[in-house]
């Protein structure tokens, strides 16, 4: 009996001082086995006397049953301690600062070029591109620009042979649409891109930028059509009372030419510095399509009429975003980029 109490009282201070699961099962092992202590001491029962054996047993069997319940809550100790050390070294340090990862945008020029884009497309135009290095024959020939015109100049135009350039319009684009649409009009087209002039960089001033031109064929197109286009896109763009004026002005592939001013976006047209007190902004140029342009492109000028109009989304973006240096645009300053995060 004193052997019982002794394992008794050793395997349970064991089991409390014990330090981790492997230790654990060594004192498991070492009390509970079939070489251990307890059963050790169940070989005692040969030793007594029959009254003794079942009393023994019993003080035995408990004393196992103690050793084992023991063990087990000394190992879900042991776990939830292990658990609780791991999730404190793998914890999230919530009072840190956020980190706010960076996020670019789109470009100002592309945000003006997609706009845009969505008004005519919803007016019912296709959209069409062309070759930055073109013909000499689609950017002026076909546009009824006749030899010897200003703008043939090696001073405005970078050619890169006698025959290829650097299209300084996106109206090669009209003329390359013209010559493959001509048997399936009506069209209606708008034509955004890249062009490129010989031009001193300044303020306002630039030798690369670009355009979105548009252009309308069909029966019946008159000059009431383009300004309705126009006025809608500038009420679009800038304010929906804003309004248009049209004045005489000439190019060499519309007939009668216009320029176009609008309502002055910044005063609503009672007069400002930005207006310079008319008004008025001047912003793009258009006019109805010229007979020569629509026969050189095989379409019967008496029977079929159309409109164009041409503006530079530099100025509409410089507009629209109260941009004062073009060149801003070019030279990628974060800190002006990120003036247009979504």
Not at 5 to 18: G, P, Q
Not at 95 to 116: A, M, N, R, S
Not at 290 to 300: C, R, S, T, Y
Not at 309 to 317: C, E, K
Request: proline share 4%.
């Amino acid at each position: 009996m004193l052997d019982l109490e002794k394992v008794k009282s050793e395997a349970l201070e064991a089991i409390k001082n014990v330090a981790d699961e492997k230790a654990l099962e060594e004192l498991r092992i070492e009390y509970l086995s079939k070489k251990g202590k307890i059963q050790a001491l169940m070989q005692e029962m040969k030793n007594l006397s029959a009254e003794e054996k079942p009393k023994f047993g019993q003080l035995v069997n408990d004393l196992k049953n103690s050793v084992t319940e023991t063990l087990e809550n000394k190992k879900e100790e042991l776990g939830s301690a292990l658990l609780n050390a791991k999730l404190i070294a793998e914890k999230v340090d919530i009072t840190l600062d956020e980190y706010t990862p960076k996020i670019g945008t789109l470009h100002p020029l592309t945000l003006v070029e997609k706009e845009l884009m969505d008004i005519f497309i919803g007016m019912g135009y296709n959209v069409a591109e062309g070759p930055e290095v073109e013909f000499d024959e689609y950017n002026f020939t076909r546009a009824n620009t006749p030899e010897g015109h200003p703008a043939r100049d090696m001073q405005d135009t970078f050619y890169v042979d006698v025959n290829k350039l650097l299209r300084s319009q996106t109206t090669a684009i009209q003329m390359r649409v013209l010559e493959a649409e001509h048997d399936k009009l009506p069209i209606k087209v708008i034509c955004p891109g890249k062009v490129y002039r010989r031009d001193d960089d300044d303020a306002t001033h630039s030798h690369q930028f670009m355009q979105c031109e548009g252009l309308v064929i069909g029966e019946n197109i008159t000059v009431a059509d383009l300004k309705g286009t126009l006025e809608l896109m500038i009420r679009e763009l800038f304010a929906k009372d804003a309004k248009i004026r049209f004045r005489p002005s000439y190019f060499p592939f519309t007939e009668p030419s216009f320029e176009v001013d609008m309502t002055c976006h910044v005063c609503g047209g009672k007069g400002c510095p930005t207006c310079k007190g008319t008004g008025w902004i001047e912003i793009l140029g258009s006019g109805m399509v010229h007979p020569n342009v629509l026969e050189a492109a095989g379409i019967d000028s008496k029977k079929y009429t159309g409109f164009a109009f041409g503006v530079g989304i530099d100025r509409l973006a410089m507009m629209k975003y109260g941009i004062n240096d073009i060149r801003d645009l070019f030279t990628n300053d974060i800190r002006f980029l990120n003036g247009f995060k979504r």
